[in-house]
């Protein structure tokens, strides 16, 4: 056998599949496991009697769900069907499998469990099959791997990412796990949620299903990093902070049950998008004054909106870069003012390109001033030099060609740059959910290194980041964005237990919220000197 990390051997998987045909999502996790060498894919498991679990599904039900997918087309398609062959590299042995059929579950013959053994797999993959009973749960040393497209801490059963949607719940979680004869309930090694479409199942699912086929690739690469008993030790520690949940099963609604759900559904999002069309986006820049802390609104330049607040300081004046969106042209440009002693400001445009620009994260380096800004549209990070501070700069460089980050956020701390952002790993993924670390002696040359625990976090509520790092009496803080509930709806305030170049570790500290004046739904940058404090609102 070939090796992966030092002499151990290479992972051995099989794959339990209803069709050598597979969704889209299915066929791309193959794909990489593959091309990325992180483990032999030996042999299909292949059902020759595929049944569904359950009965058929209510005549409603299925009405809602294709009328779903006709009116939400989608130009990248989780569930189109693709053929495993077409896969460079794929040569695993297809073994006919007559599983015996219970009413919901599938078990395995005595002569196919056999056969399985003697193949000896560390891990099978299950994309087919029903609910698997009996001895095979326990043949692979590392067990049988699952998808469950929900939140198993509050939503058993099914359909994937449906009542998330019709309950207006604000996140869709996603697991992975090792089955166990208790449904829904085997151990978790991966979990993520992502914020709820509120308009579409399918929708929901497709954004959902294009991040899950990363899970496995993550913890294969994993496995192979730090060894299988240090990976269960992670993942032991990890699980113990959740209970899954106890609640009943799901299951696909009755047709007098579809018919409530989808008339209010129908009836929240016909307010929801009324509103959207009354009331046009508006954010707002608020200074505090660090001695006094009242807050001081700062006004909209006319036909624009202010927001993703920065502060420098500059000897003794303290300057504010944000982004200024125009309305009109439906693009953002950075701008820049002093602050007075009485918090006024007079914002000038200090940069513009011909697409957006927003997130002006400046920084001091050896007396030269410096600014990343989002430039996700570009699809490449990109530096710029003051020329003259604060109202004149230069395009320096860009990196990581090809790529869409979000809001970048640099941080020096152990003689290292650490470079903070959030990635969607597939184009049909959320921008919101996955925030990605990297570090490099230098952030000019960019070489930058990934993180081993990439994404360091996978959840909307706390990935994104919401402003620059900080630190007190040594211990770092790490503002970022929950946008569950909506973009720019709170900041949490998260607290880093463990940070260094194998390890990243952080749990919530402290939420904030836009409360000091209403009207307002949301807050979504946070930065503060000495001087002053500033934050954003959202509302419509």
């Known amino acids: 056998m070939k090796s992966t990390a030092g002499s151990r051997p290479k992972l051995q998987v099989g794959l339990l599949l209803d069709s050598l045909r597979v969704p889209a999502w299915a066929w791309e996790m193959i794909r990489i496991i593959l091309k990325e060498n992180l483990a032999a894919i030996d042999f299909v498991l292949l059902n020759q009697s595929p049944k569904a679990s359950g009965g058929r ?41 007559h599983p015996i059929q219970a009413k919901f579950s599938d078990k395995f013959s005595k002569e196919d469990l056999e056969i399985v053994r003697n193949r000896n797999p560390d891990i099978l993959i299950r994309l087919g099959f029903r609910i698997l009973k009996g001895e095979i749960l326990a043949i692979p040393r590392l067990g049988i791997w699952s998808y469950h497209h929900g939140d198993n801490l509050v939503n058993r059963g099914g ?12 996140e869709t979680g996603s697991v992975l796990q090792i089955l166990s004869d208790k449904l829904d309930d085997g151990q978790v090694i991966y979990r993520s949620w992502s914020r709820t479409d509120p308009l579409s199942v399918h929708r929901n699912a497709n954004k959902v299903y294009w991040k899950s086929l990363f899970f496995i690739p993550r913890q294969l690469a994993r496995i192979n990093r730090i060894g299988v ?20 099963l799901r299951k696909p609604p009755g047709n007098w049950k579809i018919l409530q759900l989808a008339t209010i559904w129908a009836w929240r999002n016909v307010l929801r998008k009324t509103k959207e069309g009354l009331k046009k986006e508006v954010w707002k820049i608020w200074l505090f004054d660090q001695k006094k802390g009242n807050p001081i609104p700062i006004e909209n330049p006319k036909g624009t909106y202010l927001a993703d607040p920065f502060l ?15 309305y009109k042209n439906r693009k953002g440009f950075i701008s820049c003012s002093e602050i007075t002693n009485e918090g006024l400001c007079n914002f000038q445009p200090v940069l513009e390109e011909s697409f957006h620009l927003s997130y ?16 996700a549209s570009k699809k490449e990070l990109r530096f710029y030099q003051a020329v003259k501070f604060p109202y004149q700069w230069k395009w320096i460089q860009s990196q ?3 790529k ?39 952030f000019r040359d960019g070489k930058w290194i990934s993180h081993p625990q990439n994404p360091i976090v996978s959840d909307v509520k706390s990935s994104r980041p919401a402003g620059s790092l900080f630190e007190e009496n040594g211990q770092w803080y790490r503002p970022a964005q929950d ?5 720019g709806h709170q900041i949490r305030i998260q607290k880093i237990v463990n940070w260094d170049t194998e390890n990243f570790e952080e749990v919530t500290d402290q939420i904030l919220d836009a409360d000091w004046e209403e009207g307002w739904e949301g807050t979504h940058t946070l930065n503060f000197n000495e001087d002053w404090k500033v934050m954003d609102t959202f509302k419509r």
């Open 360 to 375: 002006p994260f400046v920084w001091e380096e050896d007396g030269e001033f410096w600014m990343l800004v989002e430039s």
């Open 483 to 487: 946008s569950a509930k909506h973009y």
């Open 229 to 248: 008993e240090a990976w269960r030790e992670e993942i032991n520690e990890r699980e113990s902070n959740y209970k899954v949940s106890d609640t009943r």
């Open 159 to 170: 359909p994937p990412c449906f009542w998330e949607v019709m309950l207006g719940w604000q």
């Open 312 to 326: 420098i300081k500059k000897g003794s004046k303290n300057w504010l870069f944000v982004e200024q969106f125009d």
């Open 57 to 97: 599904s209510p005549f409603l039900y299925r009405a809602f769900s294709k009328l779903d997918r006709t009116l939400f087309k989608l130009s990248s398609n989780a569930f189109e069907r693709k053929d495993l062959h077409l896969i460079p590299g794929f040569q695993a042995e297809v073994i006919p499998i």
């Open 404 to 442: 869409e980050l979000y809001d970048p956020t640099i941080c020096k701390k152990d003689g290292l740059y650490w470079l903070f952002a959030n990635q969607k790993e597939h184009p049909g993924s959320s921008s919101f959910d996955e925030l990605f670390f990297y570090y490099s002696t230098d």
């Open 400 to 402: 990581f060609h090809g």
